[in-house]
């Protein structure tokens, strides 16, 4: 399940890049991350809490830096490397295009190691369930608007259901997904980071924006029948939208069956006793529960830079490996 949801947020991630121009692009963003649970409590703290983390990119030539907060990296396309920078201690490491097609071909060969050990009927019986796997795909424009970084946006509603095959989500449990885009006319500076970051992932991977390559995606699609569907039908949808998205709020959502609900724990008793019964029993009484909630917004855009914003900074030493 959690395989399938992250599927599915990165798809709809792909369908919304768009086509670019070159020119220098200099932009912040701030995103704000909030996991639900006690580990989310932690992971939430480490993401900047309820401040979140502004993070400044800039694109120039075959460059292209991003820094936030106290760490951030440098990708040259031309040098085939990414310098990691670390702003507390004054230092940044080099890693390769190379280096990193090696880390991900050892990650490709421990997995299809462990799916050659895996029990021939574990492995049938997972591929059967995710066969029985459908996504729905929606897309809703408004008429609400909001002034965003010198932009007039338009409200968009993406909502990407994942449930059993021929059951309405309420009844077989499943997730959703929601993402609350605000449209903006068409902005090519942020259409140039975009045709940046595509040309890294295929430089490095050498394939689609995922790293997979076809043979890849094919016997994706072959295990996850839903997902070829799923990114079709979400390209589809979104080239109904008009613009580029300023500001995008994700919620992720899971949603028990209707079984699950039946046999649900129901609180009983009042005091003390109750109130700690009803605090343990929190959720689990709720179909629809949160679990994720994401925002990028862009907070500023420029179309030029200089030499010096996509460069390591001054005095900055080189860390050995």
């Known amino acids: 399940m959690k395989r399938l949801c992250s599927c599915s947020v990165l798809l709809a991630c792909v369908v919304m890049l768009a086509p670019a121009l070159h020119a220098d692009v200099k932009t912040v963003q701030k995103t ?7 580990l989310g409590a932690f992971l939430n703290r480490a993401a900047g809490g309820d401040d979140g983390v502004t993070a400044t990119t800039t694109v120039k030539g075959n460059r292209m830096s991003r820094m936030a907060g106290t760490t951030g990296e440098i990708i040259d396309l031309g040098e085939e490397k990414v310098y990691r920078v670390d702003v507390k201690k004054k230092e940044y490491s ?4 190379a280096e990193m097609r090696a880390e991900l071909e050892k990650a490709k060969a421990d997995m299809a190691k462990r799916q050659a050990e895996m029990n021939p009927q574990d492995k049938a019986n997972a591929q059967e369930a995710a066969r029985q796997i459908e996504f729905d795909v929606d897309v809703k ?4 608007t909001r002034s965003m970084a010198g932009q007039t946006t338009r409200k968009a509603i993406l909502t990407i259901t994942m449930h059993e095959k021929g059951k309405p989500v309420e009844q077989s449990g499943g997730m959703i997904m929601t993402s609350t885009m605000w449209m ?6 942020l259409d140039e980071i975009a045709d940046f970051q595509t040309k890294y992932f295929k430089a490095v991977y050498g394939g689609a924006f995922t790293g997979l390559d076809m043979q890849q995606m094919n016997a994706l699609s072959a295990m996850f029948s839903g997902i070829g569907g799923l990114y079709e039908r979400s390209a589809a949808e979104m080239r109904k939208l008009q613009g580029t ?3 995008t709020t994700t919620v992720i959502e899971s949603m028990k069956s209707a079984e ?5 724990p129901k609180s009983s008793g009042g005091g003390l006793g109750g109130m700690l019964a009803a605090r343990m029993m929190r959720g689990q009484s709720q179909q629809r ?3 994720l909630t994401t925002t990028v917004e862009t907070q500023s855009i420029a179309t030029t830079a200089s030499a010096d914003d996509v460069a390591i900074p001054a005095g900055f ?3 050995k490996k």
């Open 94 to 97: 080099a890693v390769t295009f």
């Open 184 to 189: 903006a006319p068409r902005v090519a500076a």
């Open 260 to 264: 699950q609900m039946a046999n649900a």
């Open 317 to 319: 030493k080189e860390k």
């Open 289 to 291: 529960t949160t679990t």
């Open 32 to 38: 704000t991350f909030k996991l639900e649970g006690l």
């Open 141 to 144: 424009q408004t008429d609400e």
């Open 245 to 247: 998205p300023l500001a």
